[in-house]
């Protein structure tokens, strides 16, 4: 028997004319095949491939947590994966790959790449652009732009080994999510554990003892 998987939804306008759209499995499964095509992409550079990686994990954690509408978080989380895509042209051109070069070169790389594997124009559009603004910190536009910057800034900090009066003013002049801010927080600002121990602490600790030998009906001999 032949199983037949459907990648796209149907829709019906007034008038009963039929259009369709692209369904979660399928963006799935175009995610997927485009993390494997940047993987081959910059086979060989570890280095680079951690970094898209990890800038993809803290984007898609952060756009869950921030709970964004489906297509954003598609969108999203693609551009995470092609993000730096222009650091090898710029390379080839410039013999560097500044912030400025790379969003120069990156957004053809990413739509050639992403034609090919048969995204939608309205996203592959979308995405371009936010390869070629990954750098710019003005005029942010979308919370998927918010998102990306915060997530590869994330990486950075640590990568770059920066100092934490420079995370904390970037966190402070750029940061937006309440997740963002937290993730940031929470690996380079830890708050210490509160380990002070209430007034009555050693009394609780008793009772909750009794209370046990109770339940479990054990007899201490006197």
Known sequence: MKVFVCFFDFL???????GWRM??????????????EMMAYDAGDPARIQHFVKVHSFAQAIGKTENLEEEVQF??????????IGIKPAEAKYGKSDGKFQEQEGPA???????????EEAVIERVSYLVGHHHTYT????????ILVEADFLVNYFENGSSADTIQK????IFKTKTGKEMAETMFFPKPADLSLSETWAQD???DLEDFIEEQGIYIRQ
Do not use: P, W
């Not at 969108?75 to 730096?84: N, S, T, Y």
């Not at 970037?170 to 002049?173: A, F, Q, T």
């Open 139 to 146: 005029n942010i536009n979308g919370m998927d732009y918010q």
């Open 12 to 18: 019906y306008d007034n008038e009963g004319k039929v």
């Open 23 to 36: 369904n979660q499995d399928a963006k799935e499964k175009l995610k997927e095949t485009l993390y494997r």
């Open 205 to 207: 600790a008793l009772q």
């Open 109 to 119: 790389e990413a739509e050639k790449m992403m034609r090919v594997l048969g995204f």
């Open 170 to 173: 970037s966190v402070e002049k």
């Open 75 to 84: 969108i999203l989380e693609c551009a995470a994966l092609v993000h730096d």
